[in-house]
């Protein structure tokens, strides 16, 4: 898939002076709710409604979703509101019912981006439609999977392409419901920097207190767009009550976020942002070279090992040294979670030396 800028132009087209917001319920529950939520959300910076109306629940026996009769109200949503809608495909069947009801946008889930077999699937349903199709990432952080149902996509003549980031799931509990991996995000951007990206602070938080914060990081990423879920009585919600927020606070959200331009021609801040960037190339240089020169003082200690026949990794002198970096990472501003990440990645690269000195 060639980077081009067609595939930008379906947000383009919307003219927006602010990034794109897409909001409304997790599910659509029943025709009331639908409705009062698109009526509280008109006339507010959101372009798209969301809804979902097939639900990929975890374990069965949960809301699954008022299937397709929800179209119809998605369709009275457009009719009464004026906004675009737009909902979850995870089937060729859900393509051609959202298609012959003419829902304006389509996302396909994280389950479904897993699934080469389900991606070839919708993508040949999709048959080249022009309505923009949004791809989630995929559950596991692997960003050829999410570039390869991008893909699959774009070949089958779909021109309007999206991506939506909502984070990856993880065995490890952290504050986060998804982790972010902004990393991954960024390399999302400099393969596709095309495609237009949209952040789901919603399922990346699963929590609606931290929806600003991840909110305002995905902006100061460059991302074109949010998506949050939004319902007038959260606590109630019959899928994922814990993140939505109601529409009041969606429209506080959207006051508070600060819209940050990619780039400033200003002189004197070009100057100054060079010379920052000069000093930041000249630290990574020493990085780089102290870490050359630990690596080879790992390497002695290989050959020292290898001499007495002693194990590589020595679990006592490797806890004292994550233990000593945690503290006097703080001292520098570092937090816990980084120093813990990079000196992981440090022993590892160690450890890879000494094996190759000891077995090579
Ligand atoms: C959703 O957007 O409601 C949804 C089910 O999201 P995800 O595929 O990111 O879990
Ligand atoms: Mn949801």
Redesign the pocket.
Known sequence: MENNKEMRTWLDDLNLDHPLVIAGP??AETEEQVLKIAHELKDTDVSYF?A?IW??RTRPGNFEGVGALGLKWLQKVKAETGMKVCT?VANAAHVKLALEHDIDML?I???STVSPFIMQEIADALDGTDKPVLV?NP?NPDLSLWLGGIERIYSSGVKNIGA?H?GFSTYQKTKYRNIPEWQMAIEFQNKYPDIPLIN?P??ITGNREMIFDVSQTALDLNFDGL?I?THYDPENAWS?AAQQVTPATLIQIMKDLKIRKESNEEEEYNSALNNLRAQIDVVDNQILGLLGQRMKNSDAIGKLKKQKNVAVLQSKRWNEILGKMVLEGEQHGLSEEFILKMFKAVHQESINHQEKVING
């Open positions: 997790c599910s969301r979902g639900k990929p979850e996302w889930g994280a389950r989630k559950v939506i909502r789901d919603s399922h998506m879920e994922d």
